[in-house]
């Protein structure tokens, strides 16, 4: 059953805490992204990767962290320096040079 | 700098009559738009797309269509049914087509409640 999981569905913290969200993908797609959706604004993009050990910070990557260690799997740091960290996070993917991105279900984060 | 525009935040509609959704961009160097549907607390699904060398594309019950002279897109579901009930976006592939996959720019997106 191929697809891309996203864990856990949702996640609270502490301010000034560091927290880890999870994706990991089971299509073989070689890019993966990172955004945030906020009420009432479109996704923004986090950072993004085209191959394993690679990455690029996209529109709003202040704040947040990367790896991609492995094909499958990207998982996006939330640190502590990020000013606004609530929010629902999504992780996509593309499959070579498609266009079309597929979604995980997303993380909803909420720092308190 | 907001290069693609969904300007209605919501857009209600009677199940059975055509839902319109619009999306206006300012890049002329726009090639391909996207559409996705994203229910609450779920991640985006793809609904369909359109290249900037058509100007209509056609799938089901979902139409898009694109006039490059006035930068403008829209979304046509006809006929509307409640289960499309939720947030769509509009988006564009940024930079040029090539060996490495492209970024997408999304509108802020339009909630379309479909009423029984």
């Known amino acids: 059953d191929g697809g891309i999981t996203q864990s856990p569905k949702y996640l609270f913290r502490k301010e000034g805490q560091n927290v880890t969200l999870s994706c990991e993908q089971n299509l073989n797609h070689d890019a993966m992204y990172w955004y945030r959706q906020d009420p009432g604004q479109g996704l923004r993009l986090i950072y993004y990767s085209q191959i394993v050990n690679d990455f690029q910070k996209g529109d709003i990557a202040e704040g947040y962290s990367v790896s991609r260690e492995k094909k499958e799997s990207f998982p996006l740091t939330v640190t502590s320096a990020q000013k606004n960290p609530t929010a629902f996070y999504l992780c996509?993917?593309?499959?070579?040079?498609?266009?079309?991105?597929?979604f995980g279900p997303g993380t909803r984060l909420t720092v308190t | 700098d907001q290069q693609v525009k969904q300007n209605s935040p919501s857009l209600s509609v009677q199940e059975g009559r055509i839902s319109i959704l619009n999306c206006d961009y300012t890049n002329s160097m726009f090639d391909y738009f996207l559409w996705y549907k994203k229910y609450p607390a779920e991640g985006p699904t793809f609904l369909i797309s359109?290249?900037?060398?058509?100007d209509k594309n056609e799938d089901g019950r979902f139409t898009v269509f694109l006039n490059k002279s006035a930068k403008h897109l829209s979304l046509h579901i006809v006929p509307s049914q409640p289960g499309d009930s939720a947030v769509y976006f509009c988006?564009?592939?940024?930079?040029?087509?090539?060996?490495?996959?492209?970024?997408?720019?999304f509108g802020s997106g339009t909630q379309l409640t479909v009423l029984p």
């Open positions: 988006a564009a592939p940024r930079g040029v087509s090539s060996g490495s996959a492209r970024q997408l720019t």
């Open positions: 996509a993917t593309t499959q070579g040079r498609g266009l079309e991105q597929y």
């Open positions: 359109i290249s900037s060398i058509k």
